[in-house]
C-alpha cells in the first residue's frame, strides 16, 4: 500500500479537475484539522475544499454543484453539499459518499476524472484506505456528530453503487486505482478503456472486466495492465487473481511476445483461485493488446519456476475457453 502522503504540518494534496479534461492536478494544502483526533471534522474540512475553486481558471472544483456550473447553496451547519454530494459515512478504513442523481449526467472522461481526484485527496489520509462512490439520493441531509444520517432528514431511498458505462458496479477505490500525471507540458496524460480478466466467484473461470483510466503517457500499456491486474477488480462480481503485494520488475514487448517479469511476491497466492485462473488473468490481459501474441512470465529472472505446485514455464497464449460467458 503507498504511503500515506501528509507531513508533520498536516500539508495535504488537494487534487482538482483540468478544464479541459486532460488531467488532474494537486495544489498544496495545509489541513486545520488533525485526522487521528477528528476524522469526520478532516473529511468535512476536504469536502468544503473539493466544492471550492482554487482560484486558478484551468481549474475545476470536482464536487461543484449542477452541470450548469452553479455553486451549491451556503452551507448550513453539517450538511455536506445539497448539489451533488449530499452525505457521507465513515467506516472501517472506507469513506462512502453518496450522491445525488445529477452526477450520473457526467461525461465519461470528467466522470473518471472527478472521481480519480476524489478518491487520491482522501485516501491521503492515515485511516482512509478506500472511497465508495453511491449515486441515487436527491436530497442533501444533515450529519450528526458520529457522521450518520439525521432520522428526522433522513432520505428513504437508498443510492445504488456508482457504475461505470459497461454497467459494471464500482466497488471500493483506492488511490492507486487512479494513474496520474501532475500538471506537466512534457509528460501528457492519455485516456483509454482496457479490458482486464479477473477471477469469478468460484475461482474456477475468468471474468472479462472493462476499466477506464487515465494514466501518464510515460508508462508503457503493457505494464499499466498488469499494474492495473495487480490492484484488483473495482466491481463487486469479480475477485482478484495476484498477490496484490507483487511488484514488476520489468515488463516489455518483443516480436509479439510480452516478457513480464516479477519479484518473488508473486509466488504467494492467497486467493481462492485455481493455477489456471492465475495465470491466463495475466495472458488474457496482455494479449489484449494487438502487438501482444503471446507472454512469458519470470520471476527475479527464472523464466521456469513452481507456481501453486506447477511448473510455470515458456510462452502461453490467450485462452478463450477459461472466461465465463
Known amino acids: 500500500m503507498a504511503k500515506k502522503k501528509i507531513e508533520a504540518d498536516n500539508k495535504i494534496n488537494v487534487y482538482y479537475v483540468k478544464t479541459d479534461e486532460t488531467s488532474i492536478v494537486p495544489v498544496e494544502y495545509e489541513l486545520k ?3 487521528t483526533k477528528d476524522m469526520y471534522g478532516a473529511i468535512t474540512e476536504l469536502v468544503q475544499k473539493l466544492e471550492e475553486s482554487p482560484g486558478k481558471s484551468l481549474y475545476e472544483a470536482p464536487i461543484s454543484g449542477d452541470e450548469s456550473g452553479e455553486k451549491p447553496n451556503e452551507k448550513n451547519g453539517d450538511v455536506v453539499g ?3 454530494l449530499n452525505r457521507y459515512t465513515y467506516v472501517n478504513n472506507v469513506l462512502k459518499l453518496e450522491f445525488g442523481a445529477q452526477y450520473d449526467k457526467l461525461g465519461i472522461t470528467k ?3 472527478t472521481r480519480a481526484a476524489i478518491v487520491r485527496t482522501f485516501t491521503q489520509l492515515e485511516g482512509i ?3 465508495y462512490f453511491c449515486v441515487g439520493k436527491k436530497e442533501a441531509v444533515r450529519m ?3 457522521g450518520d444520517a439525521d432520522s428526522a432528514t433522513d ?3 437508498e443510492p445504488a453503487p456508482l457504475k461505470d458505462h459497461s454497467g ?3 466497488g471500493p477505490m483506492k488511490g492507486e486505482d487512479f494513474i496520474y500525471n501532475v500538471d506537466s507540458e512534457i509528460n501528457k496524460n492519455k485516456k483509454k478503456e482496457i479490458t482486464l480478466y479477473f477471477a469469478n466467484k468460484a475461482g474456477d473461470k475468468l471474468k472479462r472486466v472493462y476499466r477506464y483510466v487515465v494514466y501518464n503517457s510515460n508508462i508503457s ?4 495492465r498488469i499494474e492495473q491486474l495487480i490492484n484488483g477488480p473495482n466491481t463487486n462480481d469479480a475477485f482478484p487473481t495476484i498477490n496484490k503485494d507483487t511488484k514488476i520488475n520489468s515488463v516489455n514487448i518483443k516480436d509479439k511476445v510480452c516478457f513480464i517479469d516479477f519479484d518473488s511476491s508473486f509466488l504467494t497466492q492467497s486467493n481462492n483461485v485455481t493455477v489456471q485462473v492465475a495465470l491466463y488473468s495475466i495472458v488474457n490481459t496482455a494479449t489484449e493488446l494487438p502487438d501482444v501474441d503471446r507472454v512469458v512470465i519470470s520471476v527475479d529472472g527464472d523464466s521456469s519456476f513452481t507456481f501453486m505446485d506447477y511448473n510455470i514455464s515458456g510462452a502461453y497464449e490467450k485462452n478463450t475457453d477459461i472466461i465465463s460467458k
Not at 500499456?221 to 499499466?224: C, D, R, V, W
Open 155 to 157: 432520505d428513504p431511498y
Open 221 to 224: 500499456e503493457e505494464k499499466l
Open 144 to 146: 450528526n456528530s458520529e
Open 82 to 84: 445539497d448539489a451533488w
Open 168 to 170: 459494471n458496479a464500482i
Open 129 to 131: 484506505d478506500y472511497v
Open 33 to 35: 484539522t488533525d485526522p
Open 111 to 113: 466522470e473518471v476524472l
